[in-house]
């Protein structure tokens, strides 16, 4: 089956800096779009960023100039560079990919498990 598995989340202080990482593992035919979404407590699930084969990237207005999402075709995996961290970036950051595999016909949804990430004032 397809399997998303994200690293790289944690604990930083305001002003600081992480970088994600998620890797995509199955039988794969193609990966359309990668990207991540977050979900704070007691708030619904948002984009990030995401970035769309081809290359064509696009972020949530929060984090436009903050952060930056990057890909490698090769490895099958997505990074989000995060700089400058809020207290309100705090919360939980799941992979997101839309896949073509050879378990299912057509474009599927995949999530990784989350990965947390907290910044402290």
């Known amino acids: 089956q397809v399997q998303l598995v994200e690293s790289g989340g944690g604990l930083v202080q305001t002003g600081g800096s992480l970088r994600l990482s998620c890797v995509v593992s199955g039988r794969i035919f193609s990966i359309n779009a990668m990207g991540w979404y977050r979900q704070a407590p007691g708030k619904q699930r948002e984009l990030v960023a995401e970035i769309i084969s081809g290359g064509r990237t696009n972020y949530g207005d929060s984090v436009k100039g903050r952060f930056t999402i990057s890909r490698d075709n090769a490895k099958n995996t997505v990074f989000l560079q995060m700089n400058s961290l809020k207290p309100d970036d705090t919360a939980v950051y799941y992979c997101?990919?839309?896949?073509?595999?050879?378990?299912?016909?057509?474009?599927?949804?995949?999530w990784g498990q989350g990965t947390q990430v907290t910044v402290s004032s």
């Open positions: 997101n990919a839309r896949i073509v595999s050879y378990y299912h016909p057509g474009e599927s949804d995949y």
